[in-house]
């Protein structure tokens, strides 16, 4: 495993993380038991930073006992704020995170999402709040476009932001990565595999469980995913190339990038 500098935290991370999302069911149910063995893999593999969120419930009550089997002083945790954001509810996400998770802090909190409805500032100045009373020990924004990221940086600094970007969504490239380098900002990209479509697990024949949510997603239907397809046959023939899987080849690709 390698490990890279988080922005200008001055903590070092793994450059590959464990994302619970699967966890929450939206592809399927997960068990106590797999959750754990899966968390204790990565975390043997070297793998320090786990990420959750407030809206992956089932995933923060799943992760709790594999975090306490692994050890909690072993991971840099990440969660986020999923729903409200009014000032008392942001307080109540935190703490509630913090009862699921079975910790007394965590080390990188996000907004999930841009909320048009919620003043940005109020939301950041409430969080701000909560690192002061030592639950959160660094800030951040997700899925946040860079117009959006520049308005957060306005009101306070942001130590990371967590887009999706992989060899499929690059929109990032043009202008939110400059800006992270400018700023020194940590960038802990999301679906960098594109829920599976680049594990080079999948052909134009592929089904997916009704309880599976790729089952409903446009991406994995009709000329979407034919597309996809191409793209992937093409990545099969350069992975074996050079004697890699199709996974490694669209991680490394993402991972070039030293923000």
């Known amino acids: 495993m390698r490990y890279r500098e988080l922005g200008a935290t001055g903590e070092s991370v793994s450059v590959i993380g464990y994302g619970s999302w699967p966890l929450a069911g939206h592809m399927g149910a997960v068990s106590q038991r797999d959750a754990t063995a899966a968390l204790r893999t990565a975390i043997d593999g070297g793998v320090t ?7 992956y419930y089932d995933a923060e009550l799943l992760l709790a006992p594999a975090l306490a089997e692994a050890g909690r002083e072993r991971v840099f945790l990440v ?25 007394d802090h965590l080390d990188l909190y996000l907004i999930h999402h841009w909320r048009a409805e919620y003043p940005l500032e109020d939301t950041l100045e409430t969080l701000a ?5 030592g639950l959160v020990r660094f800030l951040g924004v997700s899925n946040f476009d860079v117009a959006q990221t520049r308005a957060a940086l306005a009101v306070t600094p942001i130590e990371a932001v967590q887009p999706r970007y992989s060899l499929l969504v690059r929109e990032i490239e043009a202008e939110l990565l400059p800006l992270c380098r400018d700023r020194r900002i940590g960038v802990l990209a999301h679906s960098s595999l594109a829920k599976g479509l680049l594990s080079g697990r999948y052909d134009r024949g592929a089904a997916f469980d009704p309880a599976d949510e790729r089952s409903r997603m446009a991406a994995f239907e009709g000329e979407a995913f034919g597309r996809a397809i191409d793209v992937v046959e093409g990545l099969r023939e350069l992975a074996a190339a050079r004697g890699v899987t199709v996974s490694q080849l669209a991680l490394a690709w993402v991972l070039r990038d030293p923000v």
């Open 49 to 55: 930073l786990v990420d959750t969120a407030q809206g």
């Open 79 to 103: 969660s986020k704020l999923s729903r409200e954001h009014e000032p008392t509810a942001i307080e109540r996400a935190v703490e509630a995170s913090l009862r699921r998770l079975g910790t």
């Open 129 to 133: 709040r909560v690192r002061e009373r």
